[in-house]
């Protein structure tokens, strides 16, 4: 059944935020002839298998927008994503397989980001070098040199990126961070970010013929070449080191982003980490489905974080979330709202999100997508100030990249402070780049 925009928006959580346009069945460039239409940001949503999905309803969701293009290596993702758009809009966006090729389109003005990770960085590099602004996904790259280019290009072009922070969106947990640093906690010190879920083996991958609705090719991109298997597309990418960054950056990447906002903090000067492939075994799994990473700043702050990606055991009855201590009280954060408590762990004080975010668990859309999404539009259209940019969210990647660093050599990491750089270890050293298929290097 079509969903009719009109009533899409007005569900939303942001149907009064501005002028509806969409649905008309026009082109890109006919909407920019449109009277009073001046504001109309076009978008290209690129990787439409699950949070691009998502993508496109909290594009829609905002007024003043409209996707022309569906960009994906999977047709079928492509057919997906372009009836998404004809079920909310009742028009068609056009659809591509190539980004090289949609980057050439003048009358786009904006894309997301929502491939697998080794992607991310070149696309975002590649779209603001041709103009375009960028809601990317987090992570914001695969290693921690492609944050710097893209840093570098984000600086560069002064276009807008906006990293997939979207707690970073949520009006209680900007309550919760903005009375921590009043001292309503006293003086925080101690953040603890968890993540649980109950994934399941991904089994040993056979070597089997390329589907045909498959650009193996091109999905593979800047990574090196290999043969395709049966256990890797769609998701199963995450579990190993040629394009994933498992379950820090796949998911930490948002609750040690929390945490270091709430105690005002950036790069530690130490890191370390411990775990392994404890669940299960035996499978093509190359990450760490249960892992504990510390980040220690001087003498006077502490950031941990325990992912456990198969065993759901909750913390405080949730999946994922934060707890922040200070020297009077506590405050545990999370994607509904927040609970203050005294130092003897009486609550104080609750706050709930009233319908923004539509979950506590590990996935993360809803309301609070279109929130993160309306900030990044404020910002192309007036220069608003933005949530989660690109050079900060940066820091809460790459501190999640310094700790899968750490896990693989063994040993504790010694940081620069200023660059998030590791010093002194010539191997962890090396971890902080990969190498690129030959022609797919960054520049």
Same mark, same amino acid.
């Not at 925009?5 to 006919?30: C, P, Q, V």
């Not at 992570?139 to 840093?151: A, C, K, T, W």
């Not at 056979?206 to 990574?223: H, I, S």
């Given at each position: 059944?079509?969903?009719?925009?009109?009533?899409?928006?007005?569900?939303?959580?942001?149907?009064?935020?501005?002028?509806?346009?969409?649905?008309?069945?026009?082109?890109?460039?006919?909407?920019?002839?449109?009277? =009073?239409? &001046?504001?109309?940001?076009?978008?290209?949503?690129?990787?439409?298998?699950?949070?691009?999905?998502?993508?496109?309803?909290?594009?829609?969701?905002?007024?003043?927008?409209?996707?022309?293009?569906?960009?994906?290596?999977?047709?079928?993702?492509?057919?997906?994503?372009?009836?998404?758009?004809?079920?909310?809009?009742?028009?068609?966006?056009?659809?591509?397989?190539?980004?090289?090729?949609?980057?050439?389109? $003048? *009358?786009?003005?904006?894309?997301?980001?929502?491939? @697998?990770?080794?992607?991310?960085? @070149?696309?975002?590099?590649?779209?603001? !070098?041709?103009? $375009?602004?960028?809601?990317?996904?987090?992570?914001?790259?695969?290693?921690?040199?492609? &944050?710097?280019?893209?840093?570098?290009?984000?600086?560069?072009?002064?276009?807008?990126?906006?990293?997939?922070?979207?707690?970073?969106?949520?009006?209680?947990?900007?309550? /919760?961070?903005?009375?921590?640093?009043?001292?309503?906690?006293?003086?925080?010190?101690?953040?603890?970010?968890?993540?649980?879920?109950?994934?399941?083996?991904?089994? +040993?991958?056979?070597?089997?013929?390329?589907?045909?609705?498959?650009?193996?090719?091109?999905?593979?991109?800047? /990574? @090196?070449?290999?043969?395709?298997?049966?256990?890797?597309?769609?998701?199963?990418?995450?579990?190993?080191?040629?394009?994933?960054?498992?379950?820090?950056?796949?998911?930490? %990447?948002?609750?040690?982003?929390?945490?270091?906002?709430?105690?005002?903090?950036?790069?530690?000067?130490?890191?370390?980490?411990?775990?392994?492939?404890?669940?299960? *075994?035996?499978?093509?799994?190359?990450?760490?489905?249960?892992?504990?990473? &510390?980040? !220690?700043?001087?003498?006077? $702050?502490?950031?941990?974080?325990?992912?456990?990606?198969?065993?759901?055991?909750?913390?405080?009855?949730?999946?994922?979330?934060?707890?922040?201590? =200070?020297?009077?009280?506590?405050?545990?954060?999370?994607?509904?709202?927040?609970?203050?408590?005294?130092?003897?762990?009486?609550?104080?004080?609750?706050?709930?999100?009233?319908?923004?975010?539509?979950?506590? =668990?590990?996935?993360?859309?809803?309301?609070?997508?279109?929130?993160?999404?309306?900030?990044?539009?404020?910002?192309?259209?007036?220069?608003?100030?933005?949530?989660?940019? +690109?050079?900060?969210? /940066?820091?809460?990647?790459?501190?999640?990249?310094? =700790? &899968? +660093?750490? !896990?693989?050599?063994?040993?504790?990491?010694?940081?620069?402070?200023? %660059?998030? $750089?590791?010093?002194?270890?010539?191997?962890?050293?090396?971890?902080?780049?990969?190498?690129?298929?030959?022609?797919?290097?960054?520049?």
């Amino acid at each position: 059944m079509k969903t009719n925009r009109r009533e899409f928006i007005k569900k939303s959580a942001l149907g009064t935020a501005g002028l509806t346009i969409g649905g008309m069945g026009l082109s890109a460039a006919s909407y920019r002839r449109i009277i =009073g239409a &001046n504001d109309t940001v076009v978008f290209a949503a690129v990787g439409v298998n699950g949070r691009g999905i998502a993508n496109i309803q909290a594009v829609l969701g905002c007024t003043g927008t409209v996707i022309s293009h569906i960009c994906d290596v999977d047709s079928r993702a492509v057919e997906k994503g372009i009836e998404e758009v004809n079920n909310i809009t009742g028009s068609k966006p056009a659809g591509i397989e190539d980004i090289r090729k949609l980057l050439e389109d $003048k *009358s786009i003005d904006a894309i997301t980001i929502a491939t @697998p990770d080794h992607w991310h960085a @070149p696309m975002a590099i590649m779209a603001a !070098q041709a103009g $375009k602004n960028v809601y990317l996904e987090k992570p914001s790259s695969h290693n921690i040199n492609e &944050n710097e280019l893209l840093v570098e290009v984000y600086r560069k072009t002064g276009k807008v990126i906006q990293m997939g922070n979207q707690q970073r969106s949520a009006p209680t947990s900007i309550e /919760a961070v903005e009375r921590i640093k009043r001292g309503d906690i006293g003086r925080p010190y101690f953040g603890k970010a968890w993540y649980a879920n109950t994934r399941g083996p991904i089994g +040993i991958g056979k070597e089997v013929p390329v589907p045909g609705w498959l650009n193996w090719e091109l999905w593979q991109g800047p /990574a @090196p070449r290999t043969v395709y298997r049966d256990n890797i597309v769609h998701y199963n990418w995450h579990w190993f080191w040629r394009w994933g960054t498992g379950e820090l950056l796949n998911n930490a %990447t948002h609750e040690v982003d929390v945490c270091r906002w709430a105690l005002g903090v950036d790069y530690p000067d130490k890191v370390s980490a411990l775990g392994g492939r404890l669940h299960y *075994s035996g499978d093509d799994w190359e990450f760490y489905d249960t892992q504990v990473v &510390n980040y !220690q700043y001087g003498t006077d $702050k502490l950031i941990t974080w325990e992912g456990k990606s198969c065993n759901g055991m909750r913390d405080y009855s949730m999946d994922r979330g934060v707890l922040i201590q =200070g020297t009077e009280g506590s405050l545990v954060l999370h994607r509904n709202g927040y609970e203050m408590y005294n130092l003897s762990g009486e609550l104080n004080d609750r706050k709930q999100e009233s319908g923004i975010s539509e979950t506590t =668990g590990t996935r993360g859309s809803g309301g609070l997508d279109v929130l993160h999404m309306y900030n990044f539009l404020e910002a192309i259209r007036n220069g608003t100030g933005l949530h989660a940019p +690109i050079d900060d969210g /940066a820091v809460s990647v790459n501190m999640c990249h310094l =700790g &899968n +660093i750490s !896990q693989k050599v063994g040993r504790m990491l010694e940081v620069d402070a200023e %660059t998030g $750089k590791v010093t002194r270890d010539q191997e962890a050293m090396a971890l902080m780049s990969r190498d690129y298929e030959s022609g797919w290097e960054l520049d």
